[in-house]
């Protein structure tokens, strides 16, 4: 179940009917793994193309490669075609890229150059069969994925700026087929030490709206949870849930009673903590970048948000047999306790921040 709570965007009396009250609930902690199995493969820097593919669904906007390539040579990216979709790959001078999965909007791949020359892979993705279905996990998402509505809400390539030099600037866009007053951008920025993803939505109707579990999830690869430390949490407050695991879809008009999966409320007592204990938290007051470090790999990450209140974090601990092949913790901004009420002709902005400050 979903956890509900609220953030204003903009202050208004207006009173939030069921006719115009709008769930967009994240699918991204579908992606939250108790255990690891024979299933599940660990994906190095890119997607393989058959693991893409099978992953896919049918696009319903076809995705002319070729074309890409054309319009978009010489700005710092170029297009790899994996069957019904493709990878965008953003790239600088500098040596840092990111991956694009189109139509999915979702980043496979972050790659920095650190202080000893070489390059690191920041995010964690993996391929896990799911039944029939072949599923990539991980990575940077937003939760804007409706994966149980029959509508197909694909994200559209809109445009990309700047050149391999500076920065490197991938817009998408989206407009939700089933709620045709929402319509979302997402706009993905490389620059030399920073990745960013910055979601837009617009409520294009005539009454207020409402959304619920928006959030931007990042899956940071690390070496161990003993050598894996968030910095900069202390005097935080934060409330312990269970992990979030189904897939959440969109819905409308009166929402059922939802269980609520809190268990403990409390204070960041640490300003060191480590992340070598199972956990799940959403920090309900957090300061608005704190800095993940990885002892083991020697590398650190400062985790920045825009717009959001609230920050969930995700770490599996230490009780997997696997973990150490295949470490990862899961943090990002979220919406999750606090609905996001946004006024008509009103738009909302949210980013997440990964800053690498080891080049």
Not at 30 to 36: C, G, I, M, R, T
């Amino acid at each position: 179940m979903a956890l509900l709570h609220s953030m204003n965007v903009s202050h208004s009396n207006f009173p939030l009917s069921s006719s115009s009250k709008i769930l967009l609930m994240s699918s991204s902690f579908a992606s939250l793994p108790l255990q690891f199995s024979k299933n599940v493969k660990r994906l190095e820097s890119s997607v393989p193309p058959e693991a893409a593919a099978a992953a896919a669904t049918s696009s319903a906007f076809p995705i002319d490669v070729d074309y890409l390539r054309r319009e978009f040579s010489g700005q710092g990216a170029t297009f790899e075609d994996i069957g019904e979709t493709c990878i965008a790959k953003l790239k600088l001078d500098n040596g840092s890229t990111a991956n694009v999965m189109l139509t999915r909007g979702m980043i496979t791949s972050y790659k920095v150059k650190v202080w000893h020359g070489g390059k690191v892979e920041l995010l964690h993705t993996w391929v896990e069969q799911e039944e029939e279905e072949v599923v990539i996990r991980g990575g940077v998402s937003s939760a804007f994925s409706s994966s149980d509505s029959d509508e197909i809400n694909e994200w559209r390539l809109h445009g990309i700026t700047g050149d391999s030099q500076d920065r490197v600037q991938m817009e998408l866009r989206r407009s939700d087929k089933k709620f045709k007053e929402i319509e979302m951008k997402q706009i993905i920025t490389l620059r030399e030490e920073t990745l960013s993803i910055e979601l837009f939505v617009t409520n294009k109707s005539i009454s207020p709206i409402r959304l619920e579990g928006c959030s931007l999830l990042s899956y940071l690869t690390v070496s161990t949870p003993e050598a894996t430390y968030a910095v900069g949490l202390e005097g935080s407050d934060f409330v312990e849930t269970t992990p979030f695991l189904r897939r959440f879809g969109v819905v409308q008009g009166e929402d059922e009673e939802e269980e609520e999966k809190s268990r403990f409320c409390g204070e960041e007592e640490s300003n060191y903590k480590q992340l070598n204990e199972e956990m799940s938290r959403i920090y309900t007051c957090a300061p608005k970048s704190f800095t993940i470090i990885d002892r083991g790999r020697r590398n650190s990450v400062v985790v920045g948000r825009e717009g959001f209140e609230e920050v969930y974090m995700y770490s599996p601990g230490s009780r997997l047999e696997s973990y150490t092949k295949s470490a990862y913790v899961c943090i990002g901004p979220t919406s999750l306790l606090n609905p996001i009420s946004l006024e008509p002709s009103c738009v909302w902005r949210g980013v997440l921040h990964l800053h690498n400050p080891n080049s």
